[in-house]
């Protein structure tokens, strides 16, 4: 086991105006579970393809332990990637795609058929050890390759959306059961998901990339409770952060009537006069019409233990989406998202008042987009 570093590791590709991967600086602990996550096109299949030595690094440095792989072969860099499409030999049996790494070291028989027996029953595949690929579900099959992946006993495991093929109610069950794994075998991970859901249940930190970029690493606790921009906030979270722009004048911010004080160091923090207030769906307190900001229920989604309420307000307020864009954007309809206990009365066209909770706004600068001190 191992460190990861990534030390201003950037990439380039030809063609294109800016690099697929910007002076990344992420060093990832001893055994730590890291997920990158972020929308299509950010670099995170990209920073792990440089980890793996599939990607060339073209300016910085990557680092497993104290050894620095930036210019070394894949196979020399101890690590075990496991890949979205599960890459097993239709031909071979599962216990020979378990063992065909160990085959090719030339690992001794008895060896290998032992490796391959833990590995089997630590996943429990031992009643499928003699069938093929094609006689296995998609579940089974990502276990055979999470299996190829630890007989290998490597420094670091790469895992590159391995659960995107699954359906909803496997890729719950999947996503435990490699969390589980891998906090008992304490092996260095780095996991790639766009699914942010995905992200904030497995990992021991989430990074969050955008264009490039990394805009946050943190524990999903901290992304979730004290995003770094407008971009975290907005993207960490489902349903996403209400984000609601506002001017502040001489009495700090209104929204929908509502006020919103600002410290001190939040005004010397701004760099002009509009902000974002950020409430999360759960944030709001749900009031009678004409109590805090106007609202008309739009739609009722219904989850059993939980409700999220759609709900249409005046024109001063903007979604999340536009919000995160721009600031003037918009005149257009506009919608707050407000957690609901589960099984309530709402109807679709009532009205309702909403009014933010004592904690639950976060504050950022409009202009910049970062975070304003708390």
């Known amino acids: 086991m191992a460190t990861v570093t990534f030390d201003g590791a950037s990439r380039y590709y030809a063609g294109t105006e800016r690099p697929a991967v910007d002076q990344l600086d992420l060093e990832v602990e001893d055994g730590e579970f890291l997920v990158l996550v972020g929308p299509s096109g950010c670099g995170k299949s990209t920073t792990l393809r440089m980890l793996a030595g599939l990607e060339g690094v073209d300016e910085g440095a990557v680092r497993i332990g104290e050894r620095d792989v930036t210019n070394?072969?894949?196979?020399?860099?101890?690590?075990?990637?496991?890949?979205?499409?599960?890459a097993l030999y239709p031909h071979m049996t599962v216990a020979d795609n378990i063992g065909f790494h160990l085959k090719i070291k030339k690992v001794p028989k008895a060896e290998r058929a032992e490796r391959v027996q833990e590995a089997a029953k630590l996943l429990d595949l031992e009643p499928y050890l003699d069938r093929k690929p094609a006689k296995l579900s998609g579940g089974q099959r990502q276990r055979v390759a999470m299996g190829r992946a630890i007989v290998r006993s490597p420094q670091v495991f790469c895992m590159d959306e391995p659960l995107s093929?699954?359906?909803?109610?496997l890729r719950v069950q999947t996503?435990?059961?490699?969390?589980?794994?891998?906090r008992r075998l304490g092996v260095t991970t780095i996991y790639v998901t766009h699914d942010q859901v995905e992200a904030m249940t497995m990992g021991d930190r989430v990074a969050v990339l955008?264009?490039?970029l990394l805009q946050q690493c943190d524990t999903p606790i901290g992304l979730f409770g004290k995003p770094k921009n407008l971009f975290v906030a907005g993207f960490i979270g489902s349903p996403a952060m209400n984000l609601i722009p506002a001017t502040v004048d001489g009495s700090g911010a209104v929204i929908g009537g509502q006020p919103i004080e600002l410290t001190a160091a939040q005004r010397s923090a701004l760099t002009g006069s509009n902000v974002v207030v950020g409430v999360r769906p759960e944030g709001?307190?749900?009031?009678p019409p004409g109590e805090g900001i106007v609202a008309q229920v739009e739609v009722v989604e219904e989850l059993g233990s939980d409700q999220f309420l759609y709900c249409s307000t005046s024109a001063e307020l903007t979604t999340a989406d536009a919000a995160a864009e721009s600031v003037d954007a918009a005149e257009a309809p506009q919608t707050i998202t407000v957690r609901a206990p589960g099984m309530s009365a709402f109807q679709r066209g009532e009205k309702v008042g909403l009014v933010p909770q004592t904690g639950a706004v976060h504050l950022f600068d409009a202009d910049t987009g970062d975070r304003l001190p708390d």
């Open 72 to 86: 070394l072969p894949p196979k020399d860099r101890d690590i075990a990637m496991v890949f979205q499409n599960y």
């Open 165 to 169: 093929n699954l359906d909803a109610k």
């Open 175 to 182: 996503r435990t059961q490699i969390a589980s794994l891998q």
């Open 210 to 212: 955008k264009d490039g």
């Open 284 to 287: 709001w307190t749900l009031k």
